[in-house]
Antibody, heavy 122, light 112 residues
């Protein structure tokens, strides 16, 4: 079964750093991009960016560029999303999703993780 | 950025009746390869989003055939032929033709 298993909920203070993870299983990790999507409390979905685990090539949304860093460790089929200095406005649920790209007839996010809830509060 | 506009934002439905959601994009989502880079997701209450329709009209694996996607260029529709109670949740359209990829605001479907 194809799965993306995300790390557990986090409670942090403003200014602290954080790294959350997303582990893929049941498929060849390097055959798909990993995308990250934010959902603030009671709000819609926002695309943060995507990373190619093959070579760590990234494409960030301008809204998130410079504030988060995406990375992967393909040896353990895991993607990461990290912050150096959290703000209260980073409070949200963060989803990772697998994105196909190798075939023209498949260019979409087809499998999602359950999400990691990040709460930033003093 | 490509702006995605959904309507309605709230849709009360009766089980067994059809339902439809509209999504409009501020630019054409038709790629030069002939595919339309528009997708539909459903987020059931308390759950992560799930893929329903990809590339405009292709039903994702395991999605019931009462769901269908249609449209072209900038106007798209998700149709449910006969709504079931399990279809409640928020439906989002999304484009990934151009970065930043963008989502519609979401349409909340509830049972009357």
């Amino acid at each position: 079964e194809v799965q993306l298993v995300q790390s557990g909920a986090e409670v942090k203070k403003p200014g602290e750093s954080l790294r959350i993870s997303c582990k893929g299983s049941g498929y060849i990790f390097t055959n798909y991009w990993i995308t990250w999507v934010r959902q603030m409390p009671g709000k819609g979905l926002e695309w943060m960016g995507r990373i190619d685990p093959t070579d760590s090539d990234t494409n960030y949304s301008p809204s998130f560029q410079g504030h988060v860093t995406m990375s992967t460790d393909k040896s353990i089929s895991t993607a990461y999303l990290q912050w150096r200095s959290l703000k209260a406005s980073d409070t949200a649920v963060y989803y990772c999703a697998r994105h196909s790209y190798r075939e023209e007839g498949a260019y979409h996010m087809d499998v999602w993780g359950k999400g990691t809830t990040v709460t930033v509060s003093s | 950025d490509i702006v995605m506009t959904q309507s309605p934002l709230s849709l009360p439905v009766t089980p067994g009746e059809p339902a439809s959601i509209s999504c409009r994009s501020s630019q054409s989502l038709l790629n030069t390869n002939g595919y339309t880079y528009l997708h539909w997701f459903l987020q059931k209450p308390g759950r992560s989003p799930q893929l329903l329709i990809y590339l405009g009209s292709y039903r994702a694996s395991g999605v019931p055939d009462r769901f269908s996607g249609s449209g072209s260029a900038t106007d798209f529709t998700l149709k449910i032929s006969r709504v079931e109670a399990e279809d409640v949740g928020v439906y989002f359209c999304m484009q990934n033709l151009q970065t930043p990829w963008t989502f519609g605001q979401g349409t909340k479907v509830e049972i009357k």
